[in-house]
């Protein structure tokens, strides 16, 4: 299994471009989500997924877009860039009642909005 | 609304000393919970998690972690830091299986020789 995998591992952008981030899990886990790492501030939940076709937003969701077409992959967008989304992005996912909300989360994608 | 603190941002600790590293969550009923590591430029490893039963709890690479009810605490303990250990630490909680995880903002350890 590779896990949870991301892509790219750093991007930068200019304010006002779009681009989507990539995440694809092997596991068949029903529930993924998507976090943001900020200096001091801990992770952060913009998006979830409790499973395909199901999405929700969580604490920061302003500015990205989501979609869960697959129990596979779910995909993060950005819609038109901007300076404040400079920052590490995670996505993990979880799933199968032994595991309850044991997330596996992926390498990250860091990414830099000049 | 659920929440998490982890009061000590940095700590440094003797290479061989015991170490605890705080945290406090708010919450009703008893939550899952869970102490990650980052090493940097790194993702996050799962050192432990508890979701009931015995209180005090074993992870990985010699940590455990103690739930104490009364004091709505969760702190991570190691017997003796190892200088591979300086990492960044994470105490997170759920209200039940498949919602998300909250974070706290992370406790900074550094290890002296």
């Known amino acids: 299994n590779a896990g949870v995998t991301q892509t790219p591992k750093f991007q930068v952008l200019k304010t006002g471009q779009s681009m989507t981030l990539q995440c694809a899990q092997d596991?068949?886990?029903?529930?993924m989500s998507w976090y943001r790492q900020d200096p001091g501030m801990g992770l952060r939940l913009i998006h979830y997924?409790?499973?395909?076709?199901?999405?929700d937003q969580g604490e920061v969701p302003n500015g990205y877009n989501v979609s869960r077409s697959t129990t596979e992959d779910f995909p993060l967008r950005l819609l038109s860039a901007a300076p404040s989304q400079t920052s590490v992005y995670f996505c993990?996912?979880?799933?199968?009642?032994?595991?309850?909300?044991?997330?596996?989360f992926g390498p990250g994608t860091r990414l830099t909005v000049l | 609304a659920q929440s998490v603190t982890q009061p000590d941002i940095h700590i440094t600790v003797s290479e061989g000393a015991s170490l605890e590293l705080r945290c406090n969550y708010s919450?009703?009923?008893?939550?899952?919970l869970f102490w990650y590591v980052q090493s940097p430029g790194q993702g996050l490893q799962l050192l432990l998690k508890y979701f009931s039963g015995d209180t005090l709890v074993q992870g990985i690479k010699g940590f455990e972690a103690e739930f104490k009810r009364s004091q709505s605490s969760f702190n991570l303990r190691k017997p003796s830091v190892h200088w591979s250990d300086a990492a960044e630490y994470f105490c997170a909680v759920a209200a039940r299986a498949g919602t998300a995880l909250i974070f706290g903002k992370g406790t900074t350890l550094s290890v002296s020789s």
């Open positions: 997924s409790v499973g395909a076709g199901i999405t």
């Open positions: 993990a996912s979880s799933g199968g009642t032994a595991s309850y909300n044991e997330q596996f």
């Open positions: 596991m068949n886990h029903e529930y």
């Open positions: 919450y009703g009923a008893t939550p899952y």
